[in-house]
Nanobody
Framework: QVRVVESGGGLVQPGGSLRLSCAAS????????MAWYRQPPGEERLFVAG???????NYADSVKGRFTISRDNTKNAAYLQMNTLKPEDTAVYYC????????????WGQGTQVTVSS
């Protein structure tokens, strides 16, 4: 069992920045793929950014050039640096931990609220 905990959300003005953190338990973090998803009010949960165990990254088109995903295997942590935030970035942000081979099992955190408003 893996426990995933997000932190760092809050209220920020348009154009501002926030850094989300994701802490995961377990001893196989360096083998996991990590990702961030978000769920705006009344909408479905959507992919935002991902980083593999080999440090390959990919992003949703809506956040390319503004958000950066990273990870620190020594701390069992992943991060999402969000810059130039827009009101449409408002959502609950969830961290996803995928175990990779052989089971590709998903674990989710409880989410952290990000609100972009003046």
């Amino acid at each position: 069992q893996v426990r995933v905990v997000e932190s760092g959300g809050g209220l920020v003005q348009p154009g501002g920045s926030l850094r989300l953190s994701c802490a995961a338990s377990g001893s196989d973090f360096n083998r996991a793929a990590m990702a961030w998803y978000r769920q705006p009010p009344g909408e479905e949960r959507l992919f935002v950014a991902g980083i593999t165990s080999m440090m390959n990254t990919n992003y949703a088109d809506s956040v390319k050039g503004r958000f950066t995903i990273s990870r620190d295997n020594t701390k069992n942590a992943a991060y999402l640096q969000m810059n130039t935030l827009k009101p449409e970035d408002t959502a609950v942000y969830y961290c996803n931990y995928n175990t990779g081979v052989p089971n590709f099992r998903d674990y989710w955190g409880q989410g952290t609220q990000v609100t972009v408003s003046s």
